[in-house]
């Protein structure tokens, strides 16, 4: 269980998601190889051995040699795309690839950390240029992702500018709690793979989510808790529009519904003592 709302005279915090297989049921980057082969990006062969790649991470995850691998090929295939490109074929495809991947589970726990007055921030090895806009779609309030260098052509050069991976996630989110005034024992964060140990021992409430074999027996070690995630949902189906409002938005949606109760009992009261009459 979460604790309540955040006392606002204490130090910010959040809640730091890491996005595959904790938020999403399948890896962000090779969800899109469909895409980007229809976009002309990559050809069949492309598409195949990426499809393979999350066969490998769905059934058991990815270690670090096998995480080292897929960022050298993923950066060797990228090298030359155009960028703009690459957000056009995300955005046109965003709602169809992630929506129906997105665990329930994890869309609830977004939802309550925001109403507890905590940040969100999703915190992932998958390059920005896939990560934003399924931060945006999730209603983070912030992204951590792994950027790549973009040339004087607007094309990625195929070199990694920043890794968002292991150790590099947790100085980020050290970063991000100096320049944001969080603080991190009160912090919470989720994971499910043991290369993302580092960022779980930042904080003061961390979770491991659908854990592989090494974060579970870390997690058992250290007694963090030990959460499953299996019910991949549309949003839409959750709720009408799933969208995160602004905080002064929420006390507003707060004080209209405390003033329909009151008009509701004053109503019914009225109603009671007519009846009487």
């Not at 006392?7 to 910010?12: E, F, T, Y």
């Not at 190889?33 to 062969?45: D, P, V």
């Not at 915190?123 to 950027?147: C, M, N, Q």
């Not at 019910?231 to 949606?253: E, G, M, N």
Request: aromatic share 8%.
């Amino acid at each position: 269980m979460l604790r309540g709302v955040e006392n606002h005279s204490l130090p910010r915090t959040a809640a730091f998601f890491d996005l595959d297989k904790t938020v999403i049921a399948k890896s962000s980057t090779l969800t899109f190889s469909k895409s980007f082969y229809q976009g002309g990006l990559i050809n069949r062969r492309a598409v195949l051995r990426t499809a393979y790649a999350q066969f490998v991470f769905l059934a058991g995850g990815a270690d670090h040699e096998q995480m080292e691998r897929m960022r050298s090929y993923l950066s060797a295939l990228c090298r030359g795309w155009n960028v703009q490109h690459v957000k056009e074929i995300v955005a046109e495809t965003l709602h169809d690839l992630i929506d129906p991947i997105i665990y329930d589970e994890a869309a609830s726990l977004i939802e309550e950390h925001h109403t507890a007055g905590r940040d969100v921030v999703i915190v992932s090895t998958s390059g920005a240029e896939v990560v934003e806009p399924i931060g945006e779609l999730l209603g983070a309030d912030r992204v951590v992702a792994t950027r790549m260098v973009v040339g004087d052509d607007g094309c990625f050069t195929g070199e990694v500018e920043y890794y968002a991976y292991g150790p590099t996630k947790a100085e980020a989110i050290r970063e991000l709690a100096a320049s944001e005034g969080y603080d991190l024992s009160r912090c919470y964060a989720y994971s499910d793979s043991a290369t993302d140990v580092p960022m779980l021992e930042a904080v003061g409430h961390p979770h491991a989510v659908n854990p592989d074999r090494a974060l579970r027996r870390e997690a058992l070690a250290r007694g963090w808790p030990i959460l499953d995630f299996h019910r991949p949902v549309r949003l839409k189906q959750r709720i009408p529009s799933f969208s995160v409002p602004p905080r002064p938005a929420l006390v507003a949606v707060a004080a209209i519904g405390a003033a329909a109760a009151t008009a509701g009992l004053v109503w019914y009261a009225n109603r009671r003592r007519a009846a009487v009459a």
